[in-house]
């Protein structure tokens, strides 16, 4: 099952490299790039390092369904507002 | 047997493209050599452009070799297990896999070709130089063929 994920918004966020991040959580930056693109599922183990090292909860970070993009996220709000 | 040289600069090396080129090129130009190398010892008249055709091949199959031995991929199946990633362990293990597999199969089928020429009268390998052209067949093969599984299996190279 595909496994869609926030890596490279919270790692842009954070302003990490790939490299800073691999270091973080014991991986090579090129495995990270794979993350990010959804081309590896991470095991658990890694999963919870990633959502340990940007402070945030597991489901946050991963989900089975797509996770709706920044802009839509930011229209809801201001159509709410 | 896996030989691998670990790499001493950060650069990124061959893309992946690259690597999977030099691969096949150095798993098919090896026995492609070593057969027309045969084929020329087999000509009522030994022909000096099959053997420089024939050793043509074999170098092409050693240059190509050459920058994979030291390459990315290469690492994936030749490091220690505990310098590799989870992601890296997983590749090595299906590489590994894939690669006993397709070994066990060609190496069977040199069994069963054995035991027909003996039969039919067919080319064996007899004396030093196709023993010593099989041996370097074989190392070059146990050391390539996990590496290329790694390189068909690994996704495409993205921004």
């Known amino acids: 099952m595909y496994i869609h994920n926030r890596i490279a ?22 495995t990270i790039g794979f993350l990010e ?4 599922n991470p095991s658990l183990e890694l999963g ?15 989900s089975f369904d797509p996770f709706p993009s920044v802009a839509s996220i930011l229209a809801n709000q201001e159509s709410r507002s | 047997m896996i030989y691998y040289r670990s790499s001493t600069s950060e650069g990124t090396g061959p893309s992946l493209s690259a690597l999977r080129s030099l691969i096949a090129t150095a ?15 087999y000509t009522s008249k030994p022909s000096a452009a099959m053997h420089l055709i024939g050793f043509a091949l074999i170098f092409i199959a050693l240059l190509s070799a050459a920058p994979v031995i030291g390459s990315r ?19 090595r293990h299906k590489a590994m896999n894939g690669a006993y597999m397709t070994f066990t199969a060609l190496f069977l ?10 039969d039919m009268n067919l080319w064996v390998p007899t004396g030093y130089e196709n023993w010593n052209a099989l041996f370097w067949g074989v190392f070059l093969y146990s050391s390539l063929l996990p590496t290329a ?7 495409e190279e993205r921004d």
């Not at chain 1, 918004?9 to 090129?30: D, H, I, K, W, Y």
């Not at chain 2, 220690?80 to 990633?85: N, R």
């Not at chain 2, 089928?109 to 003996?118: F, K, N, P």
């Open chain 1, 9 to 30: 918004l919270f790692r842009t966020e954070r302003g990490a490299s790939r490299r800073e991040l691999g270091e973080a959580v014991g991986v090579n930056p090129q």
């Open chain 1, 37 to 40: 693109r959804g081309d590896y």
């Open chain 1, 48 to 62: 919870l390092k990633l959502s340990r090292f940007f402070e945030v909860p597991v489901e946050t970070l991963f």
């Open chain 2, 27 to 41: 798993l098919l130009a090896y026995p492609a050599g070593c057969v027309v190398l045969t084929l020329s010892n």
């Open chain 2, 73 to 91: 991929l290469q690492r994936i199946v030749g490091e220690q297990p505990s310098k590799l990633d989870e992601m890296e362990l997983q590749q």
């Open chain 2, 109 to 118: 089928a040199a069994i069963a070709y054995a035991g027909a020429a003996s």
């Open chain 2, 149 to 155: 599984f790694v390189a068909w299996a690994m996704p």
